[in-house]
């Protein structure tokens, strides 16, 4: 109710009476008026006035199902889309959905994250109010060995979403964070279900810093696109770009089951190329050069001894030599 009460004043250009909505709506102008209470509550500026009735002024900058599906057309990832205020982590959630049936291409889009985690269970700080944290659920028929390229493909389509929304120049650190002026703005963790020839389900979490306005001491190489673009930006506009580019560069990626015609528009986004890299391995830690990213999505390195060399996403780090990029 309180949904169809927030697309009809979405339609009105001006004051509409409580009167007609409840006529409208087919329901009693009390339940308009606690509807209306409700989505104020959630942020929605509604001007009322006892002559004139109601009118929305101005949406708060929520991710809530309505809102990032507003004017969205049909996509996979636009069919079964699940907010939540608070999740412990929308990757558990996602994995729990998935257990019990949930479609391919769901979407799992949280508010908060009371435990976000990113690599080795490391944990990623996630407020309210800020951030872009969310999971999708996957189900391609491909060998599980394969899973972790789709940590390349959805860190592509994100970094050219927010570059779009935002002008901010933003660039992969590969493989699975997005990084603006040498700080990393977005963290990408894929995990999955599987046997040993086939994939139950793959749950892709990205976790997007957007308008936070400050780190704590021990992330110091954490910001936001607040942070960095001095502005706010409206958190659904990058989801929706996101889930658009990522349907169109999955069904790429999923027809040669290989990130062969992606790879061109990744390298050109990718920051760790062409560079000296520090690579953390098993904690021993040595310098070699980024030349490239094979089809599989693993880096082609230079070592230390003029050998090429090819290192896999699951079983190295990557730094600057003297920064985090
Ligand atoms: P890595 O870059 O080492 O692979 P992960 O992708 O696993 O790291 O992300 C986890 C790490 O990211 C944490 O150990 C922490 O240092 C950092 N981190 C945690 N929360 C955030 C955040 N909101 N933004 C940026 N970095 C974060």
């Not at 949280?110 to 700080?125: I, N």
């Not at 021990?218 to 958190?235: C, D, F, H, V």
Request: aromatic share 8%.
């Amino acid at each position: 109710m309180k949904d169809q009460v927030l697309k009809f004043l979405k339609e009105q250009d001006d004051y509409i009476s409580g009167e007609e909505i409840s006529q409208k709506l087919g329901v009693t102008r009390t339940a308009i008026w606690k509807n209306i209470k409700k989505l104020q509550l959630e942020g929605y500026v509604i001007e009322s006035s006892t002559k004139k009735g109601y009118k929305l002024v101005d949406v708060p900058n929520v991710i809530t199902k309505e809102e990032v599906l507003e004017g969205m057309g049909t996509g996979i990832f636009f069919e079964n889309v699940e907010y939540y205020d608070e999740v412990d982590s929308t990757n558990l959630m996602a994995k729990k959905l998935a257990r019990s049936g949930a479609k391919e291409g769901t979407v799992v889009v949280a508010d908060r994250q009371t435990a976000g985690r990113g690599r080795l269970g490391r944990s990623w700080t996630s407020p309210s109010g800020v951030g872009i944290w969310m999971s999708l659920i996957l189900k391609p028929n491909i060998m599980p060995q394969k899973a972790s390229q789709i940590t390349l493909v959805a860190g592509l389509s994100m970094c050219e979403a927010i570059a779009e929304v935002t002008g901010l120049d933003t660039k992969i650190k590969w493989p699975n964070d997005i990084v603006v002026n040498g700080k990393k703005i977005c963290g990408i963790l894929t995990e999955m279900s599987a046997e040993m020839d086939r994939i139950n389900y793959i749950v892709v979490g990205i976790g997007v810093n957007v308008n936070n306005k400050f780190f704590p001491e021990e992330l110091p190489y954490a910001s936001s696109l607040a942070i960095e673009g001095n502005k706010e930006y409206t958190r659904k506009e990058i989801i929706q770009r996101f889930l658009a580019y990522f349907e169109e560069d999955y069904a790429v990626y999923k027809k040669d089951e290989s990130l062969r015609h992606l790879l061109e528009r990744y390298s050109q986004n990718c920051i760790t190329l062409n560079n000296k890299v520090k690579i953390i391995e098993q904690g021993k830690e040595r310098i070699a050069f980024a030349k490239g990213i094979t089809e599989d999505g693993a880096l082609k390195l230079i070592n230390e001894n003029n050998e090429e060399e090819i290192v896999f996403a699951g079983e190295v780090s990557v730094r600057g030599i003297y920064d985090y990029v």
